[in-house]
């Protein structure tokens, strides 16, 4: 697989599923990687060499965000098929939103669109010349996407949310299909949509029960009919942080200003976890120092999760169910784990 280029799903290291990540439940039991030290498997393989260690502290902040959220967001971008002079819509401000958005533009997009309910990442999301639609007003998607462009829809959309998505309008409820949908509802026909966004086998803390089982409400039918393509799993990040590492070096693109990137002790992450509202954190703890040669491992997933070398990206499969549903094209769609050959890590 990864000299394939699918690092996302190894099958080297977790003897359970394909792929593995670090302090991450059912990924192979790694510790986490949010500590002042980190044990990087495979080192020769997993770590990302930089030319010049000068020139890499002047930009070791941008640098830092090659480990996990800007090879997503890329990755996101690219799999919906971003291109000179698309239309883009990103759902989610959060940092792989921003990461995808700022990507867009990196690959000539003529207008990105971000979607969020939290007006300050929205802001954000401006900051450095996206368009909004924000979530809380009353307004649909349709039509703030219509206001902007003069067609309600876009050539390529980036679910950067996942499995914690909330409906649109104020005080909108967790509904983890929400973001699925309303990508294929504002996607052109033939259009691609890229899911970087988390979505897991199993959620206890899940609204509803079909959804703790990993089993939501997708409106499959309607990208059948409008025949999407869509890209699901965990970012292949050494696909794309060689490529990236360059464009951070000559000034291309700047990932840190772009998800305001904020450096914190690592001690003081717990007390910021606890101000964050969301059953999800949304803090990143000061990366340790690099060492002389100056590298830095691969595999931070998200912000608030450390994410190992490698990890899984789930497979989509669907069930049927009862017929009520299925008549207005709903179908429960179960995310569950690709299956592959595996060999025990060596000891």
């Not at 941008?62 to 690219?78: E, K, N, Q």
């Not at 966004?197 to 199993?202: F, H, K, V, W």
């Not at 717990?270 to 954190?281: H, K």
């Not at 549903?325 to 025990?344: E, I, K, M, N, T």
Request: a positive charge; hydrophobic letters at 40%.
């Amino acid at each position: 697989m990864c000299k394939e280029g699918h690092t996302g799903v190894c099958l080297n290291v977790n003897p359970d599923r394909p792929g593995s990540a670090y302090g991450y439940v059912d990924m192979g039991g790694w510790v986490g990687g949010q500590a002042e030290y980190v044990m990087v498997p495979y080192a020769d393989w997993n770590l990302l060499r930089f030319p010049d260690r000068d020139q890499a502290m002047e930009k070791i902040l941008d640098l830092t965000m090659l480990s996990d959220i800007f090879p997503t967001g890329y990755h996101g971008a690219v799999t919906a098929g971003v291109t000179s002079g698309s239309t883009v819509y990103v759902a989610g401000a959060g940092p792989v939103g921003l990461a995808a958005a700022h990507a867009a533009q990196f690959l000539r997009a003529s207008v990105v669109i971000v979607g969020d309910l939290n007006r300050d990442r929205l802001a954000q999301a401006r900051s450095f010349g996206c368009e909004i639609a924000d979530l809380t007003l009353d307004a649909s998607l349709p039509d703030q996407i219509e206001q902007i462009l003069g067609v309600p829809e876009v050539d390529a959309a980036v679910d950067a949310v996942g499995y914690e998505a909330r409906g649109h309008g104020t005080g909108a409820e967790e509904a983890p299909a929400t973001v699925l949908n309303s990508t294929m509802e504002i996607t052109r026909a033939a259009g691609r949509i890229g899911i970087p966004g988390l979505y897991i086998t199993g959620d206890p803390g899940a609204a509803d029960e079909a959804a703790k089982q990993g089993s939501l409400s997708i409106r499959i039918v309607q990208g059948w009919a409008k025949s999407h393509t869509f890209t699901t799993g965990q970012c292949p990040v050494m696909r794309y942080h060689h490529a990236l590492m360059n464009a951070i070096l000559h000034d291309r693109v700047h990932i840190a200003e772009a998800v305001n990137a904020t450096p914190i002790p690592l001690d003081e992450a717990p007390r910021l976890r606890r101000l964050r509202p969301r059953r999800r954190p949304q803090v990143r703890p000061r990366p340790a120092r690099p060492a002389d040669g100056v590298t830095l491992s691969r595999g931070r997933r998200r912000s608030c999760r450390s994410r190992g070398p490698v990890g899984a990206g789930p497979v989509a499969a669907v069930e049927a169910r009862p017929a009520e549903a299925a008549r207005h094209g709903d179908l429960h769609g179960h995310l569950s784990p690709g299956r592959g050959r595996v060999r025990p890590l060596p000891r």
